[in-house]
């Protein structure tokens, strides 16, 4: 008994600090045990401790501890932007709306300007609307938090904390974490990052979309912060938008509601209306709002593709960066949806909440909303935020952006094919799943165990043909899109820059999304997992993408940087992002024919 309840008491206090619960939770747990430990002791000495007893006494302890782990969970809190006490306030700053401070950071090298709301909160009579302009304030707005992230799908605490520990090794032990992030439908805000007191020529701006499958993601998530890009005389301004069913829903009575007469693209419009924002209020941080150059990663990158043949973000931004996705395929793998396909899920959405029209919905409040089955993290062409499949916009030449910056990781796709058991047998059915009738040209081509896995992770349920079935799902998936995208660029004369970045770490490696956190200088955020290279590489990245945001072209003037040329479809040459950099051949080269042939079928 003595013995199980040490081990209880180290596994208790573990999962009390995997969820964040608060510093009293601990407190009172260590007390219940030294209760125990005192019960047991007692009653032994008195002759009195038997089986009955340890059992009685262990039911006890588990119920006081369950209903101290409930009485204690960490509350909902806004996350701060800056994390040393008594942050020094700037000065007040005038945009449209009023006045605002930010903060400084830690060392007063940056300005940060969190939480600025950059329309109304899409909340009763306005879910599932267009957004709206906000409202101004009277007196001077602090702005030095962050807002709420917008409604997603989230995760108990302690299973996302495990997922730090045993997946991405991010996870730290320390005080002053006990909270949950707040969550919200009023999440239209965005942030700015800028140079400490700036009061020099307008500055370039980077305009950045973050990723998540339009469905989970907030504007702050530190991979993606900018004050690294502030100090490289870049200011970086991030937001939040509406997700899954508040973003993407469509339903035909809201599109017969809407000026507009659009429904489906809500977070796509959300995205819009902060670009507009900043447009029209950059100058007031020393920003250019004639040097915007827009950028995503995942979604995110997606999403910079819909700005790119967006009629309504014509003349907000002059150049584009995309990470890992894009929509300009005939028929994109993810991330956009016929509307036929997107009004059938929102019928499914009013049936599932049993109402029978969009005010009955409407009313059902926002967490209940959260729980649907249905899937909504589609764009979609709704005749007003997108006209028509965006490949079309792009043979025309009616894209928007004069530049391009965009490529891909090496293991893309290896995370999202975990659950999937891949061998000699089935490895041309599951390559039919993306390729069709071509599967087997492609499984010619990358013969099942041709490709060797260097990383593996427990849940993944393996095979000896994984790591070939990854290879062509990372292509189709995200890496094909970027081929297609520099082919339009190229066929339109504009300079278009395409890397591959196969950098390994401690953290994310390689795999999706494992580049953000060099292209914008947040090794620091993650304490232990980086090592010296790892810093050059990131120093290289950050020059590149802030010299792109500043002339259009990645190498800028005098840098001593590898020379990154422009990317032609005769040699198909990328920027290898490694420890070395260099150009090499795309590695997709030849598979991506045989996809061009399976996507030409569905056009």
């Known amino acids: 008994m003595l013995f199980l309840l040490l081990i209880l008491a180290i596994a208790y206090l573990f999962f009390l600090e995997i969820s964040k619960n608060l510093i009293i939770g601990w407190c009172i747990g260590i007390v219940l045990f030294i209760i125990a430990f005192c019960v047991r002791h007692t009653l032994k000495k008195k002759n009195k401790w038997s089986g009955i007893s340890a059992v009685c006494t262990m039911i006890i302890i588990l119920i006081c501890l369950a209903f101290n782990y409930k009485a204690t969970e960490p509350p909902y809190k806004q996350v701060p932007?800056?994390?040393?006490?008594?942050?020094?306030?700037?000065?007040?700053i005038h945009v449209e709306q009023g006045d605002i401070t930010g903060v400084y950071d830690k060392d007063h090298l940056t300005e940060i300007y969190a939480g600025i709301p950059y329309a109304k909160a899409p909340v009763g009579d306005l879910r599932w609307k267009e957004p709206q302009d906000t409202e101004g304030w009277k007196g001077v707005r602090a702005c030095d938090t962050y807002a709420p992230m917008a409604m997603q799908p989230t995760q108990q605490v302690w299973y996302s904390s495990l997922s730090d520990i045993l997946g991405t090794h991010e996870y730290r032990f320390t005080m002053g974490d006990e909270y949950r992030e707040a969550m919200s439908e009023d999440c239209l805000y965005l942030n700015v990052y800028r140079p400490a007191d700036y009061q020099g020529e307008p500055l370039p701006v980077v305009f950045y979309i973050h990723g998540g499958s339009l469905n989970t993601g907030k504007s702050y998530y530190t991979k993606y912060r900018g004050e690294s890009f502030a100090k490289k005389g870049v200011i970086l301004v991030n937001f939040a938008y509406r997700l899954g069913v508040f973003g993407y829903m469509a339903n035909d009575e809201l599109m017969a509601e809407s000026p507009n007469n659009t429904t489906g693209n809500y977070g796509l419009l959300d995205q819009i209306k902060a670009l507009k924002w900043v447009h029209e209020n950059i100058g007031a941080f020393g920003g250019d709002p004639d040097n915007i150059t827009i950028a995503g990663e995942s979604a995110g990158s997606s999403s910079v593709n819909a700005l790119c043949v967006s009629p309504l973000s014509e003349g907000l931004f002059v150049r584009a960066i995309a990470e890992s996705s894009g929509i300009n395929a005939y028929k994109p793998y993810h991330t956009f949806r016929e509307m036929e396909k997107a009004l059938s899920t929102g019928e499914e959405v009013m049936q599932e909440f049993s109402a029978n029209n969009i005010e009955e919905l409407r009313d059902i409040d926002a967490t209940t909303i959260l729980t649907t089955k249905s899937v909504n993290d589609s764009m979609c062409v709704d005749g007003y935020a997108i006209t028509e499949q965006p490949y079309l916009t792009y043979e025309k030449g009616e894209n928007h952006e004069q530049a391009l910056l965009n490529g891909s990781n090496m293991k893309e796709a290896d995370a999202f094919v975990m659950p999937r058991k891949v061998t000699k047998e089935n490895y041309e059915e599951e390559l039919s799943k993306i390729l069709g009738p071509y599967a087997a040209e492609a499984a010619e081509l990358i013969p099942a165990g041709s490709v060797t896995r260097d990383q593996t992770f427990i849940v993944d349920a393996g095979g000896d043909a994984k790591g070939s079935m990854a290879f062509v799902y990372s292509d189709a998936w995200f890496s094909y899109s970027h081929n297609v995208?520099?082919?339009?660029m190229e066929a339109q004369n504009k300079p278009v820059y395409q890397y591959f970045?196969?950098?390994?770490?401690?953290?994310?490696?390689n795999h999706h999304a494992g580049e953000l956190?060099?292209?914008?200088?947040?090794?620091?955020?993650?304490?232990?997992?980086?090592?010296?290279?790892?810093?050059?590489?990131?120093?290289?990245?950050?020059e590149y993408w802030t010299n792109f945001a500043k002339y259009g072209d990645p190498n800028g003037t005098?840098?001593?940087?590898?020379?990154?040329?422009?990317?032609?479809s005769s040699e198909d040459k990328?920027?290898?992002?490694?420890d070395e950099i260099k150009l090499i051949d795309n590695p997709y080269h030849e598979l991506n024919k045989i996809i061009d042939k399976y996507q030409e079928e569905l056009k």
Not at 574 to 578: A, H, R
């Open 517 to 542: 956190i060099y292209a914008y200088g947040n090794l620091d955020y993650y304490p232990g997992l980086y090592d010296e290279d790892d810093y050059k590489v990131s120093e290289a990245m950050q």
């Open 501 to 509: 970045f196969t950098k390994t770490n401690n953290h994310l490696s």
């Open 81 to 92: 932007a800056v994390t040393y006490k008594n942050p020094v306030v700037t000065a007040p």
């Open 574 to 578: 990328l920027l290898e992002l490694n």
């Open 558 to 568: 005098g840098s001593e940087l590898p020379n990154w040329p422009v990317w032609n």
């Open 485 to 488: 995208w520099s082919r339009y």
